[in-house]
């Protein structure tokens, strides 16, 4: 999983790709934990927010352009920081790699 920073420290994109691989399918707590976070960001932004981001989602794959708009990088930041303590718990079967953009 990497997330994409600007120097200013924005998040400017999320990039999750694969399975945990921390269970069976449809049992692997840590893949659902990230689901479940990566899922509610996305839909919180369209529906709180009213923003369209550019995105590309399906099975294994989440790929989200992220906007510099101040309640959009609170949400990001707040994925981020749940999506690092995932890693932080589970850094066995998931790794977060920041990357300055």
Do not use: P, W
């Not at 990230?34 to 899922?39: D, M």
């Not at 989200?64 to 990001?76: G, N």
């Amino acid at each position: 999983m990497r997330i994409f920073q600007s120097e200013e420290g924005n998040i400017q994109r999320f990039l999750v790709t694969g399975h945990a691989g921390s269970a069976k399918y449809g049992r692997d707590i840590v893949c659902a934990a990230v689901s479940a976070l990566t899922i509610n960001f996305f839909n919180s932004i369209e529906q709180l927010c009213h923003v369209d981001l550019e995105h590309d989602i399906r099975d294994g794959y989440y790929d989200v352009v992220v906007t510099d708009e101040m309640k959009v990088q609170l949400l990001a930041q707040s994925l981020s920081v749940g999506l690092r303590g995932i890693a932080n718990e589970y850094g066995r079967y998931m790794t977060v790699e920041l990357v300055n953009a």
